[in-house]
């Protein structure tokens, strides 16, 4: 499981383990690092341009002893200094002694570069890039390669949110643990692609955010025992669909007949659209609590106005999924009442209908977004995106790292929401069931769109969950 913690908790643990080390030695064994990085990055150390940006903190000086080190191997590194007076003297003095040089005119070096080392800013940082540092980053030229230290300059490391001006690397070295900001869009998306160099750090107490892999997903997968029959393992009813939109109902259920559960029952307007596609779906006309015994529902994907079962839904004492339509009449209070736990998945417009605000407010500040919900709301919520997020009213936020832009497609929610349901009724509580359905539901999408990416249908996704399944087991 990737961790990730907050600025203050580095800090801490930083000055604790300084503390145990001689002067200096943890700097050198970030810039010992970050330098592999720099070289696995140009391919040929011997004879690149390499230019680097230094700030006033300590990712400057990590750039300048990684510099030092490219340096003594044949590059020809220039460093541009935003604070000349405040560079850190003992890189700075590394650098030249390794053949290094300070940069005369940094447009210059900039326009020559073959790989920029982003040394601005800290993880301390906020509020975007200041003027100058902004002026040198835009004249990075296409061709050279960016590299960040710890994160791209001018994202927030605490929550991912890029308030102005900042980097865009292509690759981000971070320190001794991750920092929520790069798991999180919009920050995520500027950091390019992630390496952990461990300096020794051990970072107490709980993280901020956490992202799942193969094996924690692996352990979490429902599997049925020697004696289970369909109604051990589950059954997961389906209220969706709608006369307007029949498909929900059917990508609903695709979904949910792939997500762990035994059976799954079906009530809603589209029972004929679903058995043609699904004939072993268990179909009801309605009302829900007439339809047999469920562990879970799931109510919302296209149900447009009928909104008459949400009511008989969330009477039901077992945990409830609400999702797309379904949202739009929740109410706080609603929930809060329930004794069974409650699963809100929301897009970014569905959140900001829930908490009154703007769309764009709630995609530039995701993580503040999905904690105020669960808080509000008294429940789990998977806030899909571009990085889909999971909180509740306590523990670190998990952080999806499947996926792929393909799965910006229409009905892919619904799926999800089948899928998630499913895995609520085969036993698992709701955080973990948001969290395994949506890293199923991005793995499934990432086959679907094959390795260099194509366009894909939601009923695609659907049809490779089976085999996104197999392959977190294997």
């Known amino acids: 499981m990737r961790t990730a913690y907050s600025v203050a908790a580095v800090r801490a643990a930083e000055r604790e383990l300084m503390g145990r080390l001689p002067e200096g030695a943890l700097m050198q064994r970030a810039a010992a690092g970050l330098a592999v990085a720099c070289a696995e990055l140009l391919g040929k150390v011997y004879g690149a341009r390499v230019v680097l940006l230094v700030g006033s903190g300590d990712n400057g000086g990590d750039a300048l002893y990684a510099g030092a080190r490219l340096a003594r191997r044949g590059a020809g590194v220039t460093a541009v200094l935003l604070s000349p007076g405040r560079a850190h003297p003992g890189g700075l003095a590394a650098l030249r002694a390794a053949g290094g040089r300070v940069a005369d005119e940094a447009r210059a070096a900039l326009a020559r570069a073959d790989l920029v080392v982003d040394g601005i800013v800290g993880i301390g940082g906020r509020g975007g890039l200041r003027p100058e540092a902004d002026r040198l980053v835009r004249a990075v030229p296409k061709s050279a390669r960016v590299l960040?230290?710890?994160?791209?300059?001018?994202?927030?490391?605490?929550?991912?949110?890029?308030?102005?001006?900042?980097?865009?690397?292509?690759?981000?070295?971070?320190?001794?643990?991750?920092?929520?900001?790069?798991?999180?869009?919009?920050?995520?998306?500027?950091?390019?692609?992630?390496?952990l160099v461990d300096i020794g750090l051990d970072v107490p107490g709980e993280p901020t955010a956490e992202a799942l892999q193969h094996a924690d997903v692996a352990e979490l997968l429902p599997r049925p025992a020697a004696e289970s029959d369909k109604y051990r393992r589950g059954v997961v009813g389906v209220v969706a669909g709608s006369a307007r939109y029949p498909g929900a109902a059917v990508l609903a259920v695709a979904g949910a007949l792939r997500g762990g559960a035994g059976a799954v029952r079906y009530v809603g307007p589209a029972a004929d659209a679903v058995l043609a596609h699904f004939p072993e779906t268990l179909v009801h006309a309605g009302p829900p609590?007439?339809?047999?015994?469920?562990?879970?529902?799931?109510?919302?994907?296209?149900?447009?106005?009928?909104?008459?079962?949400?009511?008989?839904?969330?009477?039901?004492?077992?945990?409830?999924?609400?999702?797309?339509?379904?949202?739009?009449?929740?109410?706080?209070?609603?929930?809060?009442?329930?004794?069974?736990?409650?699963?809100?998945?929301?897009?970014?417009?569905?959140?900001?209908?829930?908490?009154?605000?703007?769309?764009?407010?709630?995609?530039?500040?995701?993580?503040?977004?999905?904690?105020?919900?669960?808080?509000?709301?008294?429940?789990?919520?998977?806030?899909?995106?571009?990085?889909?997020?999971?909180?509740?009213?306590?523990?670190?936020?998990?952080?999806?790292?499947?996926?792929?832009?393909?799965?910006?497609?229409?009905?892919?929610?619904?799926?999800?929401?089948?899928?998630?349901?499913?895995?609520?009724?085969?036993?698992?509580?709701?955080?973990?069931?948001?969290?395994?359905?949506?890293?199923?539901?991005?793995?499934?999408?990432?086959?679907?769109?094959?390795?260099?990416?194509?366009?894909?249908?939601?009923?695609?996704?659907?049809?490779?969950?089976?085999?996104?399944?197999?392959?977190?087991?294997?």
């Open 289 to 474: 609590h007439k339809a047999g015994r469920v562990q879970a529902w799931v109510i919302g994907p296209g149900i447009g106005e009928e909104a008459e079962a949400l009511d008989d839904v969330l009477a039901a004492d077992v945990p409830v999924l609400v999702d797309a339509d379904g949202l739009r009449f929740l109410t706080p209070e609603r929930v809060r009442a329930r004794t069974a736990g409650t699963l809100l998945t929301p897009h970014a417009g569905e959140a900001a209908a829930l908490l009154g605000r703007d769309r764009a407010e709630i995609e530039a500040g995701r993580l503040r977004s999905v904690r105020e919900l669960a808080a509000g709301y008294g429940a789990t919520v998977l806030l899909k995106g571009s990085t889909t997020l999971v909180a509740d009213a306590a523990g670190p936020v998990r952080v999806n790292p499947t996926g792929t832009g393909w799965l910006a497609t229409a009905g892919s929610g619904d799926v999800l929401s089948g899928l998630t349901g499913s895995l609520l009724a085969a036993g698992l509580p709701a955080r973990e069931a948001a969290s395994v359905g949506a890293y199923l539901h991005g793995l499934a999408a990432r086959r679907a769109a094959g390795v260099r990416g194509a366009p894909i249908t939601a009923s695609q996704v659907a049809g490779h969950l089976g085999v996104a399944w197999r392959d977190i087991q294997d």
């Open 148 to 195: 960040a230290v710890d994160l791209p300059s001018g994202v927030d490391a605490d929550t991912g949110e890029v308030p102005g001006d900042a980097v865009r690397a292509d690759a981000t070295v971070t320190f001794g643990t991750y920092k929520p900001g790069l798991l999180i869009d919009p920050a995520r998306e500027r950091a390019g692609a992630l390496r």
